[in-house]
T-cell receptor, first 112, second 113 residues
Framework: NAGVTQTPKFQVLKTGQSMTLQCAQDMNHEYMSWYRQDPGMGLRLIHY???????DQGEVPNGYNVSRSTTEDFPLRLLSAAPSQTSVYFCASSYLLGDEQFFGPGTRLTVL | GEDVEQSLFLSVREGDSSVINCTYT??????LYWYKQEPGAGLQLLTYIFSNMDMKQDQRLTVLLNKKDKHLSLRIADTQTGDSAIYFC?????????????FGQGTILTVHP
């Protein structure tokens, strides 16, 4: 199993550009989530999904969209990037909500 | 919602014990977790404790939970240089927040030879 994979590893955007961060898992996990990690603030939940076709907002959802058309994939879309979205983004998955979460290696995003 | 606080830095000598502390606010937290993050990597679950336990031991790791004071600690015995990393505590609250993790800021553990 590859576990949780994220692409790209690094990305630089200009303010106003859009992009999609990819996340995939091959463990047949129902629960997937996106976090952002900022210095001194730990990880904060952006969006999550409890299964294909079901998504919900976390603590800091503004400026981000998600969809879950398959069990395996959970992309995170930045509609119009802002410097405040410069961060490291982690995707995580677990078999069910409340189970141990497995984290991907992260995507480091810089918005100029 | 849940708030989780940690001290930011800890420095120890190789072979000593490390104790990383965490406080949380939501008394309905069902599970409390400790994650380790090595440089440039994602988070790895180290251990967790269920809210009805006071202590859990797993090899070199001991987790202590004081529910009255809402205080959680992680003790690493015989700390090694490979233990140098950022350690996060996280809580999973009850009710509509079940399963959604709230993380502390992370404690940077530095182990000196």
């Amino acid at each position: 199993n590859a576990g949780v994979t994220q692409t790209p590893k690094f990305q630089v955007l200009k303010t106003g550009q859009s992009m999609t961060l990819q996340c995939a898992q091959d463990m047949n996990h129902e629960y997937m989530s996106w976090y952002r990690q900022d210095p001194g603030m730990g990880l904060r939940l952006i969006h999550y999904s409890v299964g294909a076709g079901i998504t919900d907002q976390g603590e800091v959802p503004n400026g981000y969209n998600v969809s879950r058309s398959t069990t395996e994939d959970f992309p995170l879309r930045l509609l119009s990037a802002a410097p405040s979205q410069t961060s490291v983004y982690f995707c995580a998955s677990s078999y069910l909500l409340g189970d141990e979460q497995f984290f991907g290696p992260g995507t480091r995003l810089t918005v100029l | 919602g849940e708030d989780v606080e940690q001290s930011l830095f800890l420095s120890v000598r190789e072979g000593d014990s490390s104790v990383i502390n965490c406080t949380y606010t939501d008394s309905s937290s069902t599970y409390l977790y400790w994650y380790k993050q090595e440089p440039g990597a994602g988070l790895q679950l180290l251990t967790y404790i269920f809210s009805n336990m006071d202590m859990k031991q797993d090899q070199r790791l001991t987790v202590l939970l004081n529910k009255k004071d809402k205080h959680l600690s992680l003790r690493i015995a015989d700390t090694q240089t490979g233990d140098s990393a950022i350690y996060f505590c996280a809580g999973s609250a009850g009710g509509t927040s079940y399963g959604k993790l709230t993380f502390g800021q992370g404690t940077i553990l530095t182990v000196h030879p």
